[in-house]
C-alpha cells in the first residue's frame, strides 16, 4: 500500500492525530505529514503512505498557499486567537483598502521573519515553545523566506479592523507572524484571528478528502483506492525517462553516467514506462555522474 493521499485536515486536531487516525483506517503505521498544520487550523494536509514516505522531504519543501483574517487593535502572545492578549490599541480610523494594498506592497519578495515564541522552531536543542511555557527568554534567529503573492480579499463581514489576505509563501513561512507585522506597519498591535491553509505540495482543495470519507471508503473495502500515485507529488522535478537495462541498474541503486538529457531540476525523477523508479540527483562530487536519494522497489 504506497501512494499520497491529500487530507482535508479539520480544525482541533493536530496533524499528529490525523496521521494515527489514517494508521488506524488504513491499518499500516508507515504514514507520515509533509508540513505541520496547527491544531485550530483547516485546510490541505498532505499525507504519505508506504513507500511514498521516502519522498516527504521533496514535499516539505515546497510552496504553500494560505487564505488569513488579520485582526487589528490586539496582539497575542501566540500571534493568534488563542492566546492570552499582550497589546491593546483602539482602532481611530479603519485603514482602507489602499492603506493596506501599500503595505502588502512592503511583504512581497524575500523578507525576514522572526518565529514566534511559541512555534517549533528550535534554539540551543530546545522547541521555542518550551521556552515559552517555561516563561525563559531566548534570542530568536530570525530567517528569510519569500512571499510570491500577497492579496487582499474582499471583506465579506464589513468588520472594521479585520481584513483577509491571500498569501503564496515558500516553506517555514508563519503567517502568525506575517499578521502581525502589517498590523505594525499599518499602526496597530495585531494578531492572525483565523487561517486556512488551501494548497500544499501542488495539492488544492478539490483534491483532498476528509477522514470521514477515508472512514467510508474503508467500510466499503476501497480505502486503497483513494490514495494518489506517488509521481503525483514530485510532478514539479524533472523526469528523466530511461530504457529496461538502465532502469535493472537504477533499481540496484547504481550510479550512472549523467545523461544528455538537460535536466531543469536537481534532483529528478527516473521512470520507465512512466512507471516511478528512483530519485536522483546529480553528485556533488562527481558532475560527470548521477546518483540515487530515494529508490522505490
Not at 62 to 91: P, R
Not at 122 to 132: M, P, Q, T
Request: proline share 5%; with cysteine; glycine share 6%.
Amino acid at each position: 500500500m504506497n501512494g499520497i493521499l491529500p487530507l482535508w485536515k479539520p480544525k482541533g486536531m493536530t496533524s499528529h492525530d490525523c496521521v494515527m487516525k489514517i494508521r488506524k483506517i488504513l491499518g499500516t503505521r508507515k504514514v507520515g505529514h509533509t508540513g505541520t498544520l496547527d491544531p485550530e487550523v483547516e485546510g490541505v494536509l498532505v499525507i504519505c503512505v508506504g513507500q511514498a514516505t521516502k519522498v516527504v522531504p521533496f514535499l516539505t519543501a515546497m510552496n504553500k498557499t494560505y487564505i488569513a483574517e488579520c485582526s487589528l487593535g490586539k496582539a497575542t502572545e501566540t500571534e493568534d486567537a488563542h492566546g492570552e492578549v499582550i497589546e491593546e490599541k483602539t482602532l481611530t480610523h479603519s485603514p482602507s483598502s489602499q492603506d493596506i494594498e501599500d503595505v502588502l506592497k512592503l511583504f512581497r519578495g524575500e523578507i525576514s521573519q522572526t518565529p514566534p515564541m511559541y512555534s517549533a522552531v528550535r534554539v540551543n536543542g530546545k522547541r521555542l515553545y518550551e521556552y515559552a511555557r517555561a516563561n525563559e527568554y531566548v534570542e530568536r534567529p530570525s530567517r528569510q523566506v519569500t512571499i510570491f503573492e500577497l492579496t487582499q480579499l474582499e471583506n465579506k463581514a464589513k468588520d472594521n479592523h479585520k481584513f483577509n489576505i491571500k498569501a503564496v509563501c515558500s516553506a517555514g513561512t508563519y503567517m502568525r507572524t506575517l499578521c502581525v507585522d502589517i498590523g505594525k506597519e499599518l499602526g496597530y498591535p495585531a494578531h492572525m484571528s483565523d487561517l486556512i491553509r488551501v494548497e500544499a505540495c501542488s495539492f488544492t482543495k478539490e483534491d483532498t478528502i476528509t477522514l470521514e470519507e477515508l472512514e467510508e471508503a474503508r467500510q466499503l473495502n476501497n480505502a486503497y483506492d483513494v490514495l494518489l500515485p506517488i509521481a503525483r507529488g514530485l510532478e514539479h522535478l524533472d523526469v528523466l525517462q530511461v530504457d529496461k537495462d538502465t532502469a535493472t541498474k537504477v533499481l540496484h541503486g547504481q550510479k550512472l553516467a549523467i545523461p544528455d538529457k538537460d535536466l531543469t531540476t536537481d534532483p529528478f525523477i527516473i521512470t520507465l514506462d512512466q512507471q516511478l523508479l528512483a530519485i536522483y540527483e546529480i553528485h556533488p562530487d562527481n558532475p560527470k555522474e548521477i546518483k540515487p536519494v530515494r529508490v522505490f522497489n
